[in-house]
């Protein structure tokens, strides 16, 4: 019987589902499970869209159908918090089940802050995330990087901590810290993100520390709650899942990739903020002197939950028939959501005029939870 706190290694009994998963298939087969007996009424995760550059989310109610979800797209940019807020009329009182990585976790919960979602009703499989490629960006660094087309890649994955791509013809890795050193690899919010492995969910599920003969066949769970415990024992008494103790040794590796994963994120942190410290407000002013009032960072953000018919007016300072917007329409954006903002990135991933909004609102929070928060470290703004 799982409980809280428990580490394992869990692998699906179905052979079909093994062979699609990524690692041992847990994620699949639990949430296969919560479908099967009714603990959840849909689940929302995440398919394979025209190729493997795009993530497409899919709500699912027929357990069979999840299989063809199994398997990480790691150019895969896409938040699911808010989608869950979307479907929340329709699924009012109802049981959902979603697979959340850190960003999207942390979503879920700032839209239960606001009461717009019930965390009664949402089982979160967590699945550790050491961050996502743009699907643009992943292309350009597979034709400039790895010199193939990326149209002939059939398979991507991050790996100690290698981009590897399959293709015809071969396969290649490349050492993440060379590729980001050049301006390529995961996006920038990722880099800075420091949610590597989602505790507030229910279990999260990862690759890191599965070693020996389990290596690559089954998946890393943490189980963080009583109902992720709960639903794991079931899943194994109804024979869906294996479980073994995870290897002591595997427990510690997973824990020391986890806190050199949190050294780079401060690293990139004190990269990206101190570049911006000596110039903010003046960068701030240039880079958003692009916008084209199109509200995609309004749209796509998690924490900013408001309606379109309010943004024209006067107290947004977003005068109609102009463009930029006016300064002040940003500004206020980010004092809006400067105590929440959780760096997931939709904003400056959904920006047609490429604006790097993600870095101006994580440093406007990383650097007020420093001010009020001194045991976070120094801030680094002098203007
Ligand atoms: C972008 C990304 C980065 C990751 N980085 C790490 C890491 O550094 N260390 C580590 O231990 N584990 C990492 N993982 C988790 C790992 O790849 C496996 O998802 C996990 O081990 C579960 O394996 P499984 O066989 O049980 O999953 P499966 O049964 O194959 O299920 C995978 C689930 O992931 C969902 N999914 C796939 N792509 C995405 C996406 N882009 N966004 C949201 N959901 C998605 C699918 O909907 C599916 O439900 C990462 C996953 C992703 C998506």
Not at 193 to 198: E, H, L, Q, S
Not at 306 to 318: H, N, S
Request: hydrophobic share 40%; net charge neutral.
């Amino acid at each position: 019987m799982a409980k809280k706190g428990d580490m394992l290694y869990a692998w699906t009994n179905d052979s079909d589902l093994a062979k699609k998963a990524e690692c041992g298939g847990a994620v699949t087969e639990l949430l296969k499970y919560a479908l099967e007996s009714k603990t959840v009424d849909a689940v929302l995760a995440v398919t394979r869209g025209v190729d493997l550059y795009e993530a497409v989310p899919v709500i699912v109610t027929n357990p069979k159908d999840l299989d063809n979800c199994a398997g990480s797209l790691h150019c895969g940019t896409i938040l699911l918090s808010k989608l869950v807020m979307e479907y929340a009329p329709d699924i009012a009182g109802k049981k959902i089940g979603m697979v959340v990585k850190g960003c999207d976790m942390m979503g879920v919960l700032e839209l239960a802050k606001r009461n717009l979602v019930n965390l009664d009703n949402i089982v979160m499989i967590g699945v550790n995330c050491g961050g996502s490629v743009s699907p643009v960006a992943a292309r350009k660094m597979i034709r400039e990087k790895f010199g193939v087309d990326p149209d002939k890649v059939t398979k991507e994955e991050i790996d100690r901590g290698q981009f590897i791509i399959e293709y015809e013809g071969g396969h290649k890795g490349i050492k993440m810290d060379d590729l980001e050193d050049e301006g390529y690899g995961r996006r920038s919010n990722c880099r800075r993100c420091k949610v590597k492995i989602p505790r507030q969910a229910d279990i999260a599920c990862g690759n890191w520390g599965v070693i020996g003969d389990k290596a690559g066949k089954a998946t890393f769970v943490e189980v963080c709650s009583d109902r992720g415990a709960a639903l794991l024992t079931k899943a194994v008494d109804a024979k869906k899942l294996s479980t073994e103790p995870a290897d002591p040794k595997g427990i510690e590796l997973r824990a020391k990739t986890e806190k050199s994963m949190l050294k780079l994120g401060d690293k990139w942190r004190e990269r990206d903020f101190s570049a911006l410290a000596p110039r903010l407000w003046e960068t701030i002013g240039a880079e958003t002197a692009r916008c084209m009032k199109c509200y995609a960072c309004i749209d796509h953000c998690p924490v900013c939950v408001t309606r379109p018919d309010r943004f024209e007016q006067p107290a947004l300072m977003v005068r109609p028939g102009f463009v930029p917007a006016d300064p002040m329409f940003h500004l206020r954006r980010f004092a809006h959501i400067s105590d929440s903002c959780i760096n997931c990135g939709q904003c400056e991933e959904c920006c047609p005029s490429e604006i790097p909004l993600a870095l101006f609102s994580h440093a406007i929070r990383t650097e007020a939870d420093k001010f009020f928060e001194p045991k976070l470290g120094k801030p680094v703004y002098t203007n």
